[in-house]
């Protein structure tokens, strides 16, 4: 299936709209996150992303919040159209928006996938810094 950019949206989710698959990994997480958003193609999901926001509050400015991605998933009929791109662009904003300056995610994907979307690799994931203009 070919998808273009315009041709779905992204909005806050819950588990009940995610397909089956997207709720188990969902669910599997502990804790759970709390940011949950969804990109649908009419009134499919057919992708999402769960971010936990930082765990404890910044002892100093210098301090640089960590959000954390913990899962993105497109279904596979839709992959290989930039959904899952536009997926993790979503969440850096997202991230940012709240005060983010980190956008760690301690995901097993594939390298080329995150280090093009201009992360740093890590030993257990990859790193996406943000800086402040």
Not at 7 to 32: H, I, T, W
Not at 37 to 52: D, H, N, P, S, T
Not at 96 to 116: C, D, I, Y
């Amino acid at each position: 299936m070919e998808i273009a950019l315009r041709d779905y949206e992204v909005f806050r989710g819950e588990v009940a709209m995610l397909p089956p698959n997207m709720a188990r990994v969902f669910e599997r997480q502990q804790p759970q996150p709390e940011i949950l958003r969804v990109a649908k193609l009419g009134e499919q999901v057919i992708g999402c992303y769960a971010m936990q926001e930082p765990a404890a509050p910044l002892r100093n400015a210098a301090e640089m919040p960590a959000f954390t991605l913990t899962m993105v998933m497109v279904l596979p009929s839709c992959q290989r159209n930039g959904v899952g791109r536009w997926l993790v662009g979503h969440a850096i904003g997202v991230a940012e928006s709240k005060g983010g300056r980190r956008l760690e995610a301690l995901l097993a994907g594939p390298e080329n996938f995150f280090v093009g979307l201009g992360f740093e690799s890590l030993a257990n994931g990859y790193c996406f810094a943000m800086y402040q203009e």
